[in-house]
Structures are given as C-alpha cells and as structure tokens.
C-alpha cells in the first residue's frame, strides 16, 4: 500500500457525461501527479500540482481539468467522455517538486465509457 | 521530444536466474533522471530503482541493478536470482532533472517460470 488513494476504483458511464475522480496524496506529500494507461497510448503523463499550484502539463486534453484543494487532494475532471477515455488514471505523489523523489502511485480508477 | 524506447514486448525467465530488460532512450539534454517502475497484476505502479544521469556508478537495489551507458543512451535492468513475485510488467521512465513529467517506455512483460 503507497498510501495513495484513489476514489472511485472503477467507474463506468457513457458518451458524453462528466466524471470526477479523486486523489488523496500520502499523508505529508505536497505534489500530486494525473497519469493515464491506455492501451493506445501507454502510459501518459497529464498535469502536476503543487501545494495548489499547477506545476506542469502533459498531453492533457482541453475536455479534462484537475485541482488541488487546501487540503491536498486532487479531482481529475473528465467532460464529455469518448470512447478513448476509457483508461486506468492512476494518482501519484510526492513530497516535493524538482528534486529527485519518488512518486508513489496510487492503485488506479478504471474507467469505461460505453 | 524526448522518447523512451523498450524493445521487448516480453521476456521470459527461469525462477532464480539473471535477466535483462532493455531501455533506449533519446534526449539532448545532460541531466535528467531515469528509473525503472514494476506493474504487477494489481496494476500499482512500484518504483525498482532510480538513476541520476551525472552519477557513473551504477545504481544497485538488492537483486535489481542498472547497466547506464549515458553515451549510448542506455539504461537496462537486470533482475538476479529471479522470483515468481517478479513477474510483471516493467516500464522504463525519463524525467529531466528537476522537473517531475516522466515519459514512460511501452513496457516489458517479465513471466517467471518454476
């Protein structure tokens, strides 16, 4: 167990709703990382926050938004949902930014869209 | 861009031998960190080991050691005395130093035979 938690573990709606996943970094750690794993693309980096701030942006779609709140946990917004949006999002953190440190994963929201 | 390549979609190994996964990658820059992260069937994503690129010394976590060759671009595992709990998939990852986005490779699929 990272420590990270993912709510919901899967989730199954169809084309063209609005999903909302969450993220609970580990007790202490400030950064909070969005991946994707798909089939078509791998495993894909998506955005970055930092104690609130977005930090960095990867190939994150327009239709997808995310935050950190004051406390530290993040929402990954996905809005009318395609059929590619199917995908493991995992949730990683870290303690801090720019430096080496691990980033431990949380176990992942599976997500299908019919 | 910067590109991580892993050209075995899947190895094989009896239990308590050595084996190699391989990992090219492309970059121009001097500094930058590489690592190496297991999926098991839970899908977690567990980080194996790390490398930063300005160290020669290859990086060593127990049964798992890293060969870097930075001028080759170069970075494979080897995993010794090789256990069923090792099998998995295992994916090659590139972070510039002091930024946090890793790009992932494709993955290796390691089976462990008795």
């Known amino acids: 167990d990272s420590g990270v938690t993912q709510t919901p573990k899967h989730l199954i709606t169809a084309t063209g709703?609005?999903?909302?996943?969450?993220?609970?970094?580990?007790?202490?750690d400030?950064?909070?990382?969005?991946?994707?794993?798909?089939?078509?693309?791998?495993?894909?980096f998506l955005i970055q926050y930092y104690?609130?701030?977005?930090?960095?942006?990867?190939?994150?779609?327009?239709?997808?938004?995310?935050?950190?709140?004051?406390?530290?946990?993040?929402?990954?917004n996905l809005s009318s949902l395609e059929l590619g949006d199917s995908a493991l999002y995992f949730c990683a953190s870290s303690v801090a930014t720019g430096v080496l440190n691990e980033?431990?994963?949380?176990p992942g929201t599976r997500l299908t869209v019919t | 861009a910067q590109t991580v390549t892993q050209?075995?979609?899947?190895?094989?190994?009896?239990?308590a031998e050595t084996v190699t996964l391989s990992c090219t990658y492309d970059t121009s820059e001097s500094d930058y960190y590489l690592f190496w992260y297991k999926q098991p069937p839970s899908r977690q994503m567990i980080l194996v080991i790390r490398q930063e690129a300005y160290k020669q010394q290859n990086a060593t976590?127990?049964?798992?050691?890293?060969?870097?060759?930075?001028?080759?671009?170069?970075?494979?595992?080897?995993?010794?005395?090789s256990q069923l709990g090792d099998a998995a998939m295992y994916f090659c990852a590139w972070s510039l130093a002091n930024t946090d986005k890793l790009i992932f490779g494709t993955g290796t699929r390691l089976q462990v035979f008795p």
């Open chain 1, 103 to 106: 980033q431990y994963f949380g």
């Open chain 1, 51 to 76: 104690n609130g701030e977005e930090r960095a942006k990867g190939n994150i779609l327009e239709r997808f938004s995310a935050q950190q709140f004051p406390d530290l946990h993040s929402e990954l």
């Open chain 1, 30 to 44: 400030l950064s909070v990382y969005w991946y994707q794993q798909s089939l078509d693309q791998g495993l894909q």
């Open chain 2, 61 to 81: 976590e127990n049964r798992f050691s890293v060969n870097f060759q930075k001028a080759a671009k170069s970075f494979s595992l080897k995993i010794s005395d």
């Open chain 1, 17 to 28: 709703q609005r999903v909302t996943l969450r993220c609970s970094p580990r007790s202490g």
């Open chain 2, 7 to 15: 050209s075995q979609p899947e190895m094989s190994v009896q239990e």
